[in-house]
């Protein structure tokens, strides 16, 4: 399986800071786990930045 590109994990991100959804609905809606949410979203939560900032 190839990784999610950085289009779509930048979608979920600015969804779920529009603040309108919880992270558990967010994954149903595209179809990935929580814990990925989780994961995308935690940098963001703990320093401030998105991981959407730390491209590689």
Known sequence: MKPYSIEFREKIVEIYEQGDISIRKLAARFDVSKGFVQKILKPK???????LDFRF
């Open 45 to 51: 939560q703990t320093t401030g930045q998105s991981i």
